[in-house]
């Protein structure tokens, strides 16, 4: 007996679809990535498509409901022939991701062309047990599994003690024997949430190097008792980083939605033609701020914030300390303070500008 291969659209997912749950859905890639990923971590030595294929028929809940009843007796070799291309791109895509890798060519069984031998990567591994943490339903289950990203993490640590992995890998040891594993897998989903094109991506935000800020807001009191903690040299360089990512916001965002520009500075046409948008898309802050971003640079625990000042009547910045300045991310979450404030560094008076925008606040939304 002979079937249609299912025709499904090329697409191109994000690693989110990893993490997703389609299960309602005649085609659900999410479960298929997912029991990909949980076959690949239990043959640590590696495997065949085929050995994989015969496990989906009878692991994955579509597969097997694709071949009950009437077609109960379809083949086996059948039945892997027909999802064949489903499963190889899936595969494909693991492998962009750096999640599977081919570990060498071996020869088929029925003859001698060569074929690729599959293997998970470490990274591979580590997703896996994120998602089966996130659909365990099994509190001691799911506390196991934590225990062995927790080891993976403390594994990093011993090969790396940059500041930044230890406050991260500090955290995760406190959240955890705080019982606040919820906290942790909730964190984990929204870093596979994020815009990750590749496993490069999702290493970036899942060791901090790339929005050390979203650690950092996971559990407030923990982050800060712990920076407290932590040596000098080694704080200063996780309040570095901090201040150099919120500062590098401005940099990048700062006048874009500023209409006070175009309204004080900008001759609304200029031959009767209007620049408007032209300078509002070249928007960069002042060189005010720029200066005394410069004479602070070695205040790691303060952050020079551009505004605009009335009485000054030009761009002028203030300064604010970094706990406070978090305070107001964490605020309220997921509807943090519009604004943080202080006093213009000229003149006094009082300012307030935009506070940073982080991806993973809509996503607390959400
Ligand atoms: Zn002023």
């Known amino acids: 007996m002979t079937q249609t291969p299912n025709i499904i659209p090329v697409l191109f997912p994000k ?79 693991l492998k962009k991701w750096e999640f599977l890798r081919v570990s060498k060519m071996v020869n088929a069984q029925k003859n001698d062309i060569p074929i690729p031998f599959y293997i998970i990567t470490p990274l591979g591994k580590l997703i896996s047990l994120i998602v089966k943490a996130k659909f365990s339903n099994d509190e001691k289950e799911q506390n196991n599994i934590l225990v062995q990203i ?73 982050s800060f008792k712990i920076l407290e903690k932590l040596p000098e040299d080694k704080r200063n360089i996780i309040l570095y980083n901090l201040k150099t990512e919120i500062e590098y916001y401005y940099q990048q965002n700062y006048l874009i939605k500023d209409d006070i520009f175009k309204k004080n500075f900008l ?62 991310v964490i605020k309220w979450l997921p509807f943090p303070s519009m604004h943080i404030s202080g006093n213009c560094l000229k003149c006094g008076n009082f300012l307030a500008t935009e506070i940073i925008s982080l991806p993973f606040i809509s996503l607390m939304r959400g």
């Open 15 to 93: 690693i989110r679809i990893i993490f997703d749950n389609y299960y309602n859905e005649k085609y659900d890639n999410s479960k298929l990535y997912q029991d990909i990923l949980e076959y690949a971590s239990i043959k640590t030595n590696g495997f065949k498509f085929t050995e994989l294929g015969k496990w989906l028929m009878e692991r994955n809940i579509e597969f097997k409901n694709d071949y009950s009843d009437s077609k109960a007796h379809t083949r086996m070799s059948n039945r892997i022939a027909n999802k064949r291309q489903r499963i190889q791109n899936c595969i494909d895509n």
């Open 150 to 222: 927790l080891d993976i993490f403390n594994s990093i640590k011993e090969h790396n003690d940059s500041a930044i992995v230890i406050f991260i890998t500090e955290l995760l040891n406190q959240l955890w024997k705080n019982n606040k594993n919820s906290s942790i897998i909730q964190h984990f989903e929204r870093v596979l949430k994020l815009e990750l094109n590749s496993g490069l991506d999702f290493l970036r935000d899942l060791l901090g190097t790339k929005y050390f800020i979203h650690w950092f807001i996971i559990d407030e009191e923990i």
């Open 267 to 328: 001759p609304v046409s200029i031959n009767n033609f209007d620049y408007g948008d032209l300078i509002n898309s070249r928007a960069i802050p002042s060189a005010y701020w720029e200066d005394n971003r410069m004479k602070y640079i070695n205040l790691f625990s303060k952050i020079v914030v551009p505004s605009y000042c009335n009485t000054c009547n030009s761009h002028k910045a203030f300064i604010v300390d970094i706990a406070d300045y978090l305070k107001s």
